[in-house]
């Protein structure tokens, strides 16, 4: 059966740390809003320009914006068997708006559709945001702190890994408040319709992962 999986939890609780393994083990396409609006902004494109606008204060960016990203990401063929959302939807507005998109592409078939909500205390995310590093070719996420790196390059791309702009403190503490205002109150929403599953994200990323898998596989 066709899988669908959305991830909803505040910044820094591991969602991308979590689908990336998940992708993998399962050969479902990752689609991470963040990561698609930041190679629109990479890329100069306009909309990167209007994304680029919102990233930095910490705001959601303009639903025509993500829906249309999303829904044209979904409809390609390599998402025909599933696929796992990472940041998407962010707002009641944009739930209605996938709504919309699953009644497109799904019509009345019958899909194994989940919602994982990544439950953790504000307390320790900003510590992971301001000391997380991605590797710009292969995607895989870091932690300078718990992750003992030597230096700062990708393991197995052998480049030096970056650092998101909207990783400052400033910055992530808007994102909190984004997110409590604006997306958290999906969890009520999908909780109504009895897909929600909580997942403990203040353990370590096997622990978590463990508990992942054991909804994913039941
Ligand atoms: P996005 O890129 O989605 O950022 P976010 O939601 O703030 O979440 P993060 O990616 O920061 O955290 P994460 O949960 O993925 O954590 P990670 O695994 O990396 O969105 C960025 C911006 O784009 C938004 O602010 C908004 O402006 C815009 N946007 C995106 N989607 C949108 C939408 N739908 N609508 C409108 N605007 C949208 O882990 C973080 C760190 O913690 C890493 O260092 C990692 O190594 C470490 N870590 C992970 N798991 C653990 C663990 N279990 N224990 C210890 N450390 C861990
Ligand atoms: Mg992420």
């Given at each position: 059966?066709?899988?669908?999986?959305?991830?909803?939890?505040?910044?820094g609780?591991?969602?991308?740390?979590?689908?990336?393994?998940?992708?993998?083990?399962?050969?479902?396409?990752?689609?991470?809003?963040?990561?698609?609006?930041?190679?629109?902004?990479?890329?100069?494109?306009?909309?990167?320009?209007?994304?680029?606008?919102?990233?930095?204060?910490?705001?959601?960016?303009?639903?025509?914006?993500?829906?249309?990203i999303?829904?044209n990401?979904l409809?390609?063929?390599?998402?025909?068997n599933?696929?796992i959302?990472?940041?998407?939807?962010?707002?009641?507005?944009?739930?209605?708006?996938?709504?919309?998109?699953?009644?497109?592409?799904?019509?009345?078939?019958?899909?194994?559709?989940?919602?994982?909500?990544?439950?953790?205390a504000?307390d320790?995310?900003?510590?992971?945001?301001?000391n997380?590093?991605?590797?710009?070719?292969?995607?895989?996420?870091?932690?300078?702190?718990?992750?003992?790196?030597d230096?700062?390059i990708?393991?197995?791309?052998?480049?030096?890994?970056?650092?998101?702009?909207?990783?400052?403190?400033?910055?992530?503490?808007?994102?909190?408040?984004?997110?409590?205002?604006?997306?958290h109150?999906?969890?009520?929403?999908?909780s109504?319709?009895?897909l929600?599953?909580t997942?403990?994200?203040?353990?370590d990323?096997?622990?978590?992962?463990?508990?992942?898998?054991?909804?994913?596989?039941?």
């Open positions: 059966m066709k899988r669908e999986y959305i991830f909803i939890g505040p910044p609780s591991g969602k991308g740390t979590q689908t990336i393994m998940l992708s993998k083990e399962f050969g479902l396409p990752h689609v991470d809003t963040g990561a698609l609006l930041r190679a629109e902004i990479a890329s100069g494109s306009e909309i990167g320009q209007r994304a680029n606008e919102r990233i930095k204060k910490g705001q959601l960016v303009p639903i025509e914006i993500v829906s249309e999303i829904k990401r409809k390609s063929k390599d998402c025909q599933g696929f959302l990472d940041g998407y939807p962010r707002s009641i507005e944009q739930a209605q708006a996938l709504d919309a998109i699953f009644k497109e592409i799904d019509g009345s078939n019958s899909v194994d559709r989940k919602v994982f909500y990544f439950n953790i504000e320790s995310l900003i510590e992971r945001l301001i997380r590093r991605t590797c710009p070719k292969c995607g895989s996420i870091f932690n300078l702190k718990t992750m003992n790196l230096k700062p990708c393991p197995y791309c052998n480049v030096e890994l970056s650092q998101r702009k909207d990783d400052t403190v400033d910055v992530a503490k808007a994102r909190f408040e984004t997110y409590f205002k604006e997306t109150p999906l969890i009520d929403l999908y109504k319709r009895n929600v599953y997942i403990d994200a203040d353990k990323i096997e622990t978590v992962y463990e508990q992942l898998k054991r909804v994913v596989e039941q």
